[in-house]
C-alpha cells in the first residue's frame, strides 16, 4: 500500500482530554502535513511541519516530526466535541510534489 | 474568494460507460492533485500537475484512468469502461505550487457510484 501507518486507528476520549495521533512513513519527505475530516466541512489542512523542523504549534495542536525515526505526532490539547473528525497524516515526497496520505485515526470526543 | 470546485457532486453510471470528472482550483494555484476516497478509508493518490511540467501519474491505478489540466487551470479526469471498484468520492485539490511544500485546499468531491 502507498499509505503510511496510523495510529491509533481509532479513539475516543472526554472533552478536555488531550488526544495524540502517530504517523510512521518509510521513505524521505519534504514535509509532513496533518489533515482533518469531517462531514461538515470536508478535508482541511491543520498545520504543515518541513524536514527540517522538529516541532510546530497552532493554536492548541502541536506537531513533532523525527525524521530520525521517520514519525510524526499530533497532539490535541483540551479536546472538545467539534474535533470529533478523521485525522490523516500526509508525506511530501522528497523530489516532487507528491503527497501521500495515511489511512487516518478516527477520533471521538464526547461532551 | 472561490474555493475549489468540482463536479458533478455525484455521479450514477452502469458498469463499462465512461465518466468524466471536472475540477475548478483555486486561481493562481499552479498544483493540482487528483485523489480517490473509498468509504471509511484513507485518500489514494492518483496524479497531480505542477505548472507545466509533466504531471506525475504514477498513482492511476490502470490505463482506464486519464486526467489533463487545460491551461494550466480547469483538469478533467476521466474513467473510461467504469468497473463497481471504481466506486469511490473523488477528491481534487490545489496548492500554490511552492518549492518547500505547502498546504492543499480539497474541494468537496464527487461521489461516483457504478451500477
Known amino acids: 500500500s502507498q499509505q503510511g501507518e496510523e495510529d491509533p486507528q481509532a479513539l475516543s476520549i472526554q472533552e478536555g482530554e488531550n488526544a495524540t495521533m502517530n504517523c510512521s512513513y518509510k521513505?524521505?519527505?519534504?514535509?509532513l502535513q496533518w489533515y482533518r475530516q469531517n462531514s461538515g466541512r470536508g478535508l482541511v489542512h491543520l498545520i504543515l511541519i518541513r524536514s527540517n523542523e522538529r516541532e510546530k504549534h497552532s493554536g492548541r495542536l502541536r506537531v513533532t516530526l523525527d525524521t530520525s525515526k521517520k514519525s510524526s505526532s499530533l497532539l490535541i490539547t483540551a479536546s472538545r466535541a467539534a474535533d470529533t473528525a478523521s485525522y490523516f497524516c500526509?508525506?511530501?515526497?522528497?523530489?516532487?510534489?507528491?503527497?501521500?496520505f495515511g489511512a487516518g485515526t478516527r477520533l471521538f470526543v464526547k461532551a | 474568494g472561490a474555493g475549489v470546485s468540482q463536479s458533478p457532486s455525484n455521479k450514477v453510471t452502469e458498469k463499462g460507460k465512461d465518466v468524466e470528472l471536472r475540477c475548478d482550483p483555486i486561481?493562481?494555484?499552479?498544483?493540482l492533485y487528483w485523489y480517490r476516497q473509498s468509504l471509511g478509508q484513507g485518500l489514494e493518490f492518483l496524479i497531480y500537475f505542477q505548472g507545466n511540467s509533466a504531471p506525475d501519474k504514477s498513482g492511476l491505478p490502470s490505463d482506464r484512468f486519464s486526467a489533463e489540466r487545460t491551461g494550466g487551470s480547469v483538469s478533467t479526469l476521466t474513467i473510461q469502461r467504469t468497473q463497481q471498484e471504481d466506486s469511490a468520492v473523488y477528491l481534487c485539490?490545489?496548492?500554490?505550487?511552492?518549492?518547500?511544500?505547502?498546504?492543499?485546499?480539497f474541494g468537496p468531491g464527487t461521489r461516483l457510484t457504478v451500477l
Open positions: 500526509a508525506r511530501g515526497e522528497a523530489g516532487g510534489f507528491k503527497t501521500i
Open positions: 485539490a490545489s496548492s500554490p505550487g511552492l518549492a518547500e511544500g505547502n498546504e492543499q485546499f
Open positions: 521513505t524521505s519527505i519534504n514535509n
Open positions: 486561481s493562481g494555484h499552479t498544483a
